[in-house]
């Protein structure tokens, strides 16, 4: 009951350091994902758990091609092992998010999700409970994300729908797609995928904090509630604060601390089940 898992992104340390607490985090010790042949580091984790206790963790192997890795625990976090390479073929992934359906009614419980970013496109792979397979990458979105679509998220919601977020960079939108089969397919909103709204700034922008080398990355979180009289699924992103000069990747401040181009935190939120999204916010 007092066990937590964390990770940390170090490209100078290989393999990935992993953090684990058996006190409610009062107490950390430390261990490490075990290497895996080609991979000169591993970056981008991500952690989770399925009710059986076992911990799962993804991270990016990077090497001569970047891919998926998937790891799993049984000694809440002490030890891994070297599970899957989920991302199947592909060979310039980024960002892997994981969640696991928790809920205790929902038919697709421990359902393991993953998604990220493959040279433009998002993917989605399940894995049915902690003693099934992973699937093969599903692509979630389409013709209607130009560029890349790194920085997405999953979810799910107390009846087991699935819930995948995604930016679409070069004409800085936000997308979501659902699924009511556990992940195996993603229509359920129609298609092509819904748009949630548009942004501001493009995937990456520049902020005083950030520059010179790095800048400020336009990601999306997202969560879902459904009851028997409500369907809720919510956004939120970090994007330029919009207005008059702050509304367009030009108007960044860069290095300026003294620019009246501000960042904000942005929510907007669907009450049909992705189907419709309020005006930002």
Known sequence: LNQIIAASNNLSFNPQAQFYSSDGGLTWSQTNLPAVAGDANQSDPAVDWTSDGTA??????????????????????????FDATISGTQTNVDKPMLWVDHSPSSPYKDNIYALWWNSGPTFVARRAGPGGTWQAPLQVSGSETTGGSDGGDIKTNTHGDV??????????KLFVAKSTDGGASFNALGAPPVKIADTFSSFLYHVP??????GALLYITGGAYRTATQDMVYAMWMDLAGGAGCNATSDEPGTNVSSTCKTRIWFSRSSDGGAHWDAPI
């Open 56 to 81: 799962w963790a993804l991270t990016v192997g990077v090497g001569s091609s970047n891919v998926v890795r998937a790891f799993k625990s049984t000694d809440a976090g002490a030890t891994w092992t």
């Open 163 to 172: 819930f995948a977020f995604w930016p679409s960079e070069n004409d800085q």
């Open 209 to 214: 904090a950030d520059e010179p080398s790095r």
